[in-house]
Each structure stands twice: as C-alpha cells, then as structure tokens.
C-alpha cells in the first residue's frame, strides 16, 4: 500500500515562529501536493510539485514556501506563522497519469 | 470559477436505512468527478472516479452515478463502519491536480 507519512500528528506555535511541515511518500510518485483543511472552506491547494526542485503555486499560497529537494520529501515552509494559518494540513502524491491522491493522516497546526 | 455543492451537510441514519448523498457541480469541461472517504484523524481515502454523465461505479454498498450537473453517492444497507465524511471533487479544464476543487463533504453518521 501506498503510504504518505506526515511527520508530525499536532504542532502547536507561536506567532512569528518559522514552522516546517514534512512530507513523504514511499511509492516513488512524482507529483506531491499540500492542502489544508478549515471547516466550512473544504480542501485548498497551497502548493504542488510534479518534480523535485520543481514547485508551483496552488489557490492560497500566500504565507507559505515548499521545498522538493528528494523525490519522496515535499515540505511546507511558514516563514512566520499566524494565527489565520491554524489548520488542518493534508499532503498528498499521486504517480504520473493516475487521478487517485493519496493522503497523508495530516497535521492539526494550532498558532497561538 | 468552478464550484462544488454537497448536501446535506450532515446525514443521520439507522443502520440498513439507504439514502443518498449529492454533490452539485458547475465546472468548465469537467475532466473527472471524484469521490473520497475521510474518517475523523485521517487523511482522504480514493473511492472513485467517474468521468461522463451516465458513467456508474460500485463498491460493496456503494455506488456513485454522475449527471451532467450533479453525482450522488447511494448507500445501500449502510453499517456503521460506514460512518466518515465524504468528500466530492472535480477536476476541470486541462493541467493536473491544481484544477480540482473540493467540496466541503457531507458527514455521515450509521447508528446501530
């Protein structure tokens, strides 16, 4: 089975902190994605990737940078954490040509 | 800009009650109409993809069917494992996965 291993489960920060969410997948997908998760908004697309060193912005990058040093490692930058970016975040990979994501269980971000 | 509807938000059912649920769609050339599976803690998980009106897809008490405006997810006889939000997307027009919008998900609840 596919698996997508955020590495952390609950993060609580403080305001102005430099935040690193990490990301990997152990199926050798090229394409790699960041959500998050508010309720009422559903999911929304920060950034993806469809190759390492390669990003692209999503719907709400705003506040946010990636970096895809490794194939298998997608991580989500918050250069300075604000209370707004409280969430749920989710990352996801799929392989070349496929339409099925595969999620990560997704960390719960608390800024305080 | 490319919207998805589900409801109702939240749906209540005895166990072996069928019932359906309904995502609302307007997208611009719709490439494909996904449905995911999402339990309290975790990430997504992959149902189904449907990609022309009249296209039907079944999984053990599930069935998803797609309209040119609208999908429905039926529940036959749920059980109480099948209690999750399900979440309905579409992915529009040409590119990847940055064209999908998520809906906000309908949660389900199988009482015994």
């Known amino acids: 089975d596919v698996k997508v291993t955020q590495s952390s489960r609950y993060l609580v920060k403080r305001t102005g902190e430099k935040v690193f969410l990490e990301c990997v997948q152990d199926?050798?997908?090229?394409?790699m994605f960041w959500y998050r998760q508010d309720p009422g908004l559903g999911l929304r697309l920060i950034y993806f990737s469809y190759d390492v060193k390669m990003k692209e912005k999503g719907d709400i990058p705003e506040g946010y940078s990636v970096s895809r040093e490794k194939k298998e490692r997608f991580s989500l930058i918050l250069e300075s954490a604000s209370t707004n970016q409280t969430s749920m975040y989710l990352c996801?990979?799929?392989?070349?040509?496929?339409?099925?994501?595969?999620f990560g269980s997704g960390t719960q971000l608390s800024v305080l | 800009e490319d919207q998805v509807t589900q409801s109702p938000e939240a749906l209540r059912l005895q166990e072996g009650e069928s019932s359906s649920l309904n995502c609302s769609y307007t997208?611009?050339?719709?490439?494909?109409l996904f449905w995911y599976r999402q339990d309290p803690g975790k990430g997504p998980e992959f149902l189904f993809t449907l990609y022309s009106a009249g296209e039907e897809k079944e999984k053990e008490r599930l069935k998803a069917t797609l309209t040119k405006k609208e999908s429905f997810l039926h529940i036959t006889a749920p059980k109480p494992e099948d209690s999750a939000t399900y979440l309905c997307a579409v992915q529009a027009g040409s590119g990847g996965y940055q064209k999908v919008t998520f809906g906000t998900g309908t949660k389900l609840q199988v009482i015994p």
């Open positions: 997208v611009s050339g719709l490439r494909g």
């Open positions: 199926m050798d997908h090229e394409n």
């Open positions: 996801a990979s799929t392989g070349q040509g496929s339409e099925k994501l595969f």
